[in-house]
């Protein structure tokens, strides 16, 4: 937007675009490598203390032997899209001017595949820098439809996804999401409503015990990526990738079934 070689000086382009001028002369710093161990090292912790917000990570950060203040820990907790998990008044909310949609699921038996789609987004240290996974799984038989990598926190790659899975295995009956800006805009909602699927959202800040998405991140941090610089990387192998989704979760624990047998013994997915 801003002309560099226009006749009208820049603090004027700055004013009537209605930027700061401070803006146009800034250009963003990449993180540091010591904030890149401390951003791996709060991922650690937030995986197994959810509840701790800046000042217990702080705490327990310096009982390490980091140096570091609580304002600090709160700048990277933001960037790393995460935030503590507990009961609070009012805290839920939408991005202001999206639609909100009502929570389809309580008290919803879910017993089939394409029944119910979940997605959710998680923050993936890598051995340089960090990314961020979204993935789309069935409900029912926990298999992982689709799944996309973004440097950024837009919505695209998570339509990206979503097209894929319903270009892949058809159309759920319901989708849900929890209340991220990029589940709730028109660029991913309007794909669903356009391809006529039911979209719940969850306006708690609590996780519905049966989303098998969330959990499906989580497991992935703990159980394929470690946390060494050397094993801090999505698999170049796609046949590596492919095995460590399909036989994560065993969907029947007496007869171990995995998600791709059971979605293969139905008629709803391949």
């Not at 490598?33 to 509840?51: G, N, T, V």
């Not at 709160?74 to 935030?83: G, V």
């Not at 695209?156 to 849900?176: M, S, T």
Request: overall charge positive.
């Amino acid at each position: 937007m801003i002309d560099r070689k226009h006749a009208l000086p820049l603090v004027r382009q700055a004013r009537e675009l209605g930027i700061s001028r401070g803006s146009v002369y800034y250009l963003p710093r990449p993180v540091s490598p010591a904030d890149l161990a401390i951003m791996r090292r709060i991922d650690e912790l937030h995986l197994e203390f959810p509840f701790a917000g800046s000042r217990m990570l702080r705490d327990l950060l310096r009982q390490e032997g980091t140096t570091i203040g609580r304002l600090h820990v709160a700048s990277l907790m933001k960037k790393m899209a995460i935030e503590a998990i507990y009961r609070r008044p009012n805290t839920s909310k939408p991005s202001p001017g999206h639609k909100i949609y009502p929570y389809l699921l309580r008290g919803l038996l879910i017993v089939r595949p394409n029944q119910v789609w979940a997605t959710d987004i998680s923050y993936i240290p890598m051995a340089k820098g960090f990314v961020y996974l979204v993935a789309i799984v069935d409900w029912f038989s926990r298999k992982v439809l689709a799944w996309r990598v973004s440097i950024t926190m837009q919505a695209d790659f998570c339509v990206e996804a979503l097209e894929d899975a319903l270009g892949r295995y058809g159309n759920p009956e319901i989708f849900n999401t929890d209340q991220g800006s990029q589940f709730t805009g028109m660029a991913f909602t309007g794909v669903l409503l356009r391809e006529k699927v039911a979209i719940s959202v969850n306006r708690r800040p609590r996780r519905d015990p049966r989303d098998h998405a969330g959990k499906l991140l989580a497991r992935l941090k703990k159980d394929s990526l470690g946390w060494g610089p050397e094993r801090c990387r999505l698999y170049d192998n796609s046949r590596s990738k492919t095995s460590w989704i399909s036989y994560l979760c065993k969907a029947d624990r007496v007869t171990l079934w995995t998600p791709i047998h059971i979605s293969q013994d139905t008629e709803c997915i391949d």
